[in-house]
Antibody
Framework: QVQLQESGPRLVKPSETLSLICTVS????????WSWIRQPAGKGLEWIGR???????DYNPSLKSRITMSVDTSNNQFSLKLYSVTAADTAVYYC??????????WGQGTLVTVSS | QAGLTQPPSVSKGLRQTATLTCTGT????????TAWLQQHQGHPPKLLSY???NRPSGISERFSASSSGNTASLTITGLQPEDEADYYC???????????FGGGTRLTVL
């Protein structure tokens, strides 16, 4: 059974960088797409971007200028960096495995709060 | 980012049937398939159906998905209290090269 676990700081100051890592267990990170999705409290899902195990990426056009995603196949991990954060970036962040249109394995999610 | 359109809420009685809809375009729902997700409060979403109509292992047969043109539907028969949740549709948009979601439908079982 594939499992995903998000890790990283839960509190980030405005204008700084949000950094998260997703560790995949129970299966290989190779040959799959891996996405980050976020959900502000009481709101819907927003796709942030995805990375293939070879490193190819697609990003949400509305966030593209502030995102970098990377993959570390040797440690079965992938990561997200979101730059210049504001309070609007406060959300639960999920890491997810997916082959369009299906998002089949989700992490438990981690709440990241942007506040000084 | 253009999204898919879902009704914000649906209410049905116990043991009744609910049909949730999701409208997109030919760039996403119409030609490239839709998936449905169920989310209970405080939990991550769970995949209910994939590739238009296939149920993952462990998902009840009471859940079935279909699509026609640019609209996808999720039908839940014999509604149970545990079906009360938020339901999201998702699709890959080939013109945007981006995953798009519906705004979610909150299903209330009366």
């Amino acid at each position: 059974q594939v499992q995903l676990q998000e890790s990283g700081p839960r509190l980030v100051k405005p204008s700084e960088t949000l950094s998260l890592i997703c560790t995949v267990s129970g299966g290989s990170i190779s040959n799959y797409y891996w996405s980050w999705i976020r959900q502000p409290a009481g709101k819907g899902l927003e796709w942030i971007g995805r990375i293939y195990s070879t490193g190819n990426t697609d990003y949400n056009p509305s966030l593209k200028s502030r995102i970098t995603m990377s993959v570390d196949t040797s440690n079965n991990q992938f990561s997200l960096k979101l730059y210049s954060v504001t309070a609007a970036d406060t959300a639960v962040y999920y890491c997810v495995r997916g082959v369009p249109p299906d998002l089949d394995y989700w992490g438990q999610g981690t709440l990241v709060t942007v506040s000084s | 980012q253009a999204g898919l359109t879902q009704p914000p809420s649906v209410s049905k009685g116990l043991r009744q049937t609910a049909t949730l809809t999701c409208t997109g375009t030919s760039d996403n729902v119409g030609n490239h398939g839709t998936a449905w997700l169920q989310q209970h409060q405080g939990h991550p979403p769970k995949l209910l159906s994939y590739r238009n109509n296939n149920r993952p292992s462990g998902i009840s047969e009471r859940f079935s998905a279909s699509s026609s043109g640019n609209t996808a539907s999720l039908t839940i028969t014999g509604l149970q209290p545990e079906d009360e949740a938020d339901y999201y549709c998702s699709a890959w948009d080939f013109s945007l090269s981006a995953w798009v979601f519906g705004g979610g439908t909150r299903l209330t079982v009366l």
